[in-house]
Nanobody, 121 residues
Framework: QVQLVESGGGLVQAGGSLRLSCRAS????????MSWYRQALGKQRELVAH???????LYADAVKGRCTISRDNAKNTVYLQMNSLKPEDTAVYYC???????????????WGQGIQVTVSS
C-alpha cells in the first residue's frame, strides 16, 4: 500500500557530501514522522536522524553537526544531507515513515529497501 524509495547513495571520498532522498507513495492519508536509519556490516541498525510532522528534528550523536534532515510534505519526501563524511558512515541507509493510510486508521511503520553509502578513506 505504501512504498518508500530511497535514492542518492553511492561512493564518496572522506570529507565529501551526499544527499539522500526518500519518496513515499501509495495509499497515504498523512505521514507523521520520517526517519533515516543505517546499518553497517556486522552491526545493528541505528537511528541517524528523525523528523516529526512539525519542525522538530532529532539526530544521533555520531552525525550531529554533519547531517541535516528535511521534509517536503507536498512531495511526501524526506532528505538527508550528509557533509564531512567519514569512512565510519559507510552503511546501508534506510528510510522509515509512520503513515496513516486513511482517515481514522492507526499509523503504521513502513521501510524503504535501503541504499548503500560508501565512504572511502
Amino acid at each position: 500500500q505504501v512504498q518508500l524509495v530511497e535514492s542518492g547513495g553511492g561512493l564518496v571520498q572522506a570529507g565529501g557530501s551526499l544527499r539522500l532522498s526518500c519518496r513515499a507513495s501509495g495509499s497515504i492519508f498523512s505521514i507523521n514522522t520520517m526517519s533515516w536509519y543505517r546499518q553497517a556490516l556486522g552491526k545493528q541498525r541505528e537511528l541517524v536522524a528523525h523528523t516529526y510532522s512539525g519542525p522538530n528534528t532529532l539526530y544521533a550523536d555520531a552525525v550531529k553537526g554533519r547531517c541535516t534532515i528535511s521534509r517536503d510534505n507536498a512531495k511526501n519526501t524526506v532528505y538527508l544531507q550528509m557533509n564531512s563524511l567519514k569512512p565510519e558512515d559507510t552503511a546501508v541507509y534506510y528510510c522509515a515513515a509512520r503513515v496513516v493510510v486513511h482517515a481514522g486508521a492507526y499509523e503504521d511503520s513502513y521501510w524503504g529497501q535501503g541504499i548503500q553509502v560508501t565512504v572511502s578513506s
